[in-house]
């Protein structure tokens, strides 16, 4: 098995080079059957690297400790989906499963345009083998999963296989591990697809806006699985670090928000240019920051340059990426500069309130954003070669900075879909934006005489339940139009709706998921956090919760040893649930953990409707000195569950807008059809 | 069109200068000079001003826990540093005997270290080893 999956990575590099050469040869000769031979190559490569993945999965599962990455990754007794989970745990591992993900992107890319779009595809597909030959540079050469074990003896040295393996990292065997790489590596990789494409678009001087709606949904899709990674991941920090939170601003956290970022601000940007032609230099350098942002968030992620929770590698594959990520900048730049004429802008702008300046607003923060959070995860680097000294910033410059510009844009998710293109009459501005302010102002006004006094709180929620209040009145409207013609109720006529047109009533599903991160977020200001040493009989009071501590028990698994402390939690006299926060002592890797305790529980949606502001977070942090009384610690986190409803609502509103649109009035003979560019984005 | 331009530059600039300036306290409010010990010793009276980091082995049998607060020392090339730690959050389940930690705190004319902060990784680098392993044992190559 480690022998075919070896030769596999190799054949694959060959295969790779192979494709980039034939694809740029054949394009320049003019040759038709090379070039069909390197998309034919795209896909020998993807089976290489899918049976090279299928085979460290096959080492794992097999226990196979001679394979290096098996015995430091697992161990016999870790449940069989963690073992699984090992393929992308560890750095080798994980590097494979980029490139296993890279290719089958690549290669459907590659299959689902080639026909249609052969212009385009020669230079496409030598920027994707490009991407993934780099990786498997990195598969083959440098850190290659499929190393095994040797050990000297006398006679030269010899295969050797241990008992049990080393164990995988206590901290990463948690449900969200399992899934967060996965949709975080595909919101990486997806981005290579647009990337490469506006490059050859760049490069062949292909006209108007056809790479942007070839890589619309792929673009879209990246964007969404992105979002899932970078909440699952905070939901994994949240359930396993027990420090209260999901979000620390951590070295690897702003690594995969930097693209995101950027990929959001180019979503926005590309309309601008669909509908205006305005903005082409601009839309060409954000995928390309966005790309190479995914790139730089799996170098600091892998390289452990910047000393983080979860750098768990260190390892010598800085210098390759920072020569392949120089080497990315320049040949973008160049090419963007080599044909700067051919993206001049077809129009300008016309006034301050317009959905066009709405959209350079929108941009302008987010890439302030992107630079301020670039800025504070690169600041020891930079102080370093600077001054000489070493200097970190921690949470309250980001915190500082962040907090005005999600607010900022929080402002514009709800003013920039009202507003007209080129320009808005102050009439239509006080149509649409009476209710909506009312309605914000009003919630604000309940939670300040329920008690918040917090500055931002107050705001987040004026200008979240704005944002819920306009996209409330734009169904509103939409409907009430269509109930009219259709005879359809109040609920059909909304999905008649969407269904016409789903890339802006998708979208605006997806501002109503933001809408619910930032009242989520909210939470964050009327946390408490409480700790007690406490006996068997012991209670301890957090606001007008309970906890009485029932007892401690034992319990072992062939994976680990666990105490779990059993606490009844009451309020107002009636028990609400029964909590069991955990210490786990794993056995193979020789590590504790603590496994918190949340309630409610996400697998319980009734309890979370009747209960849907609180989250208690309980934490077995430990015995006291004597070893007598157990260290429990009490966070009461409001509002968090509504971090994760808007990530799922998010995700909702990408699939919706991923669907096309129903042209309207089926079955009686269509109007005159509108030309592509038009029909494409009649959107928001 | 040129004052639309004009318009939104102007905006753009306000804005930007807001950011920045509020970036620049923030930096000034949270920031953390990474020191080694000897680095910290060498500073004299100047250490006790700057919120600092500081890196080191915990040494064995070092900690000690007292009315809500950890005592512990570290080490590293030979030099030693006292420690307590006072913040609220839990320790790390990795804060053991020799494991590697990272303070962050002040450091105090009683020569102590007041730490608000602790991390600690664990002295195999969170890629755990095989069962004994022996340094002799590296991994090599499969061709």
């Known amino acids: 098995m480690d022998a075919l999956g070896s030769y596999s990575l190799l054949l694959a590099f060959g295969f790779c080079i192979y494709a980039i050469l034939a694809a740029l040869i054949g394009h320049w000769k003019q040759k038709p059957l090379l070039q069909q031979s390197s998309e034919r190559a795209v896909v020998a490569v993807t089976g290489l690297v899918v049976v090279a993945t299928f085979c460290l999965a096959v080492l794992l599962l097999r226990d196979d400790f001679r394979v290096a990455y098996v015995a430091s990754h697992s161990n016999r007794a870790l449940p069989i989906y963690f073992k699984f989970a090992a393929l992308w745990s560890g750095q080798e591992g994980s590097l494979l499963w980029w490139s296993c993900l890279m290719a089958l992107f690549a290669a459907t890319a590659v299959s689902v345009n080639r026909r249609t779009h052969p212009h385009l595809m020669p230079y496409a597909v030598a920027m994707l083998m490009t991407v993934l030959g780099f990786f498997l540079v990195l598969n083959n050469f440098v850190v290659n999963p499929f190393a095994l074990l040797a050990m000297q003896t006398p006679h030269g040295p010899q295969i050797f296989s241990p008992p049990d393996g080393g164990g995988l990292n206590p901290l990463l065997q948690h449900p969200a591990m399992v899934i967060h790489p996965p949709m975080l590596y595909l919101g990486f990789v ?50 396993v670090l027990g420090w209260g939170g ?63 929770v979860h750098a768990f590698a260190q390892s010598a594959i800085g210098p390759y990426f920072s020569v392949f990520l120089t080497g990315l900048l320049v040949l973008t730049s160049a090419v963007l500069f080599w044909r700067l004429d051919f993206l001049k802008s077809e129009n300008q702008l016309d006034s301050l309130a317009s959905r066009e300046s709405s959209f350079l607003f929108n941009n302008l923060i987010l890439l302030a954003s992107c630079f301020a959070v670039l800025w504070g995860t690169l600041f020891p680097l930079l102080s370093e070669a600077v001054r000489g000294v070493k200097i970190s910033v921690g949470a309250p410059y980001f915190n500082k900075v962040q907090i005005p510009i999600g607010l900022f844009l929080l402002f514009l998710t709800g003013v920039g879909p009202l507003f007209a293109w080129r320009r808005t009459s102050f009439d239509s501005l ?255 | 069109m040129r004052t639309k331009n004009l318009k939104f530059i102007g905006s753009a600039v306000i804005i930007l200068g807001v950011l920045a300036w509020l970036g620049v306290s923030g930096v000034q409010e949270s920031k953390t000079y990474y020191v080694t010990i000897p680095e910290l010793y060498a500073k004299g009276d100047a250490a006790y001003d700057m919120r600092l980091r500081v890196a080191g082995d915990v040494t064995p049998g070092s900690i000690r826990r007292e009315q809500g607060k950890v005592y512990f020392q570290l080490h590293q090339e030979k030099q030693t540093l006292d420690v307590v730690y006072v913040g609220r959050d839990p320790l790390p389940d990795t804060f053991v005997d020799n494991a590697q930690a990272i303070v962050t705190g002040r450091y105090t004319p009683e020569r102590q270290f007041v730490a608000q902060q602790v991390q600690a990784k664990c002295a195999s680098k969170y890629e755990a080893l095989p069962p004994g392993a022996k340094p002799e044992q590296k991994p090599s190559s499969s061709y």
């Open chain 1, 190 to 239: 997806g981005f290579s697809v647009p990337f490469a494409f506006a490059l050859s678009a760049l490069i062949t001087r292909t006209k108007g806006e056809q790479w942007i709606h070839i890589t619309r949904r792929w673009t879209m899709i990246a964007w969404m699985f992105l979002t899932i990674g970078i909440l699952l991941g905070g939901r994994w920090a949240y359930a």
């Open chain 1, 246 to 308: 999901y979000w620390g601003w951590d070295p690897v956290e702003n690594a995969s928000l930097l693209p995101w970022l950027t990929g959001t601000a180019f979503l926005h940007s590309v309309m601008m240019q669909e509908k205006r032609g305005m903005m082409k230099v601009w839309n060409m350098v954000l995928i390309f920051a966005t790309f190479l942002l995914c790139i730089f968030g799996t170098f600091l992620t892998r390289s452990g340059v910047l000393s983080s």
């Open chain 1, 430 to 684: 006080k149509r649409n934006f009476t209710r909506p302010l009312l309605f914000g102002a009003l919630v604000a006004i309940v939670a300040f005489l329920f008690g918040a006094r917090n500055f931002y709180a107050l705001m987040t929620i004026f200008l979240a339940f704005f944002v819920i209040g306009t996209i409330a009145m734009e169904f509103f409207r939409g409907a009430r139009v269509i109930r009219q013609k259709e005879e359809l109720g109040w609920a059909g006529a909304m999905v008649e709706l969407t269904r016409r047109n789903t890339r802006r009533y998708g979208g605006y599903v997806i501002h109503f998921g933001i809408a619910l991160l930032f009242i989520g977020f909210v939470g964050n200001a009327f946390g408490v956090h409480e700790q007690a040493e406490v006996l068997p009989g012991d209670e301890i009071n957090v606001r007008d919760y309970r906890f009485v501590i029932q007892g401690i028990d034992q319990d072992e698994t062939d994976n680990h040893i666990a105490s779990r402390a059993r606490i009844d939690v009451y309020k107002g006299g009636s028990l609400l649930a029964t909590m069991e926060p955990e210490r786990r002592f794993y056995k193979a890797s020789q590590q504790p953990t603590t496994e918190v305790a949340i309630w409610p529980h996400l697998s319980k949606p009734l309890e979370i409707l009747r209960h849907p502001n609180a989250d208690i977070y309980l934490v077995f942090s430990g015995m006291s000195d004597d070893n007598q009384r157990a260290v429990i610690q009490v966070y009461i986190n409001p509002l968090v569950l509504w971090v994760w409803l808007g990530g799922v609502v998010m995700v909702l509103g990408t699939l919706i807008a991923l669907v096309p649109s129903r042209p309207p009035e089926p079955g009686r003979p269509l109007r005159r059809r509108k030309p592509a560019k038009e029909r494409h984005e009649v959107a928001a």
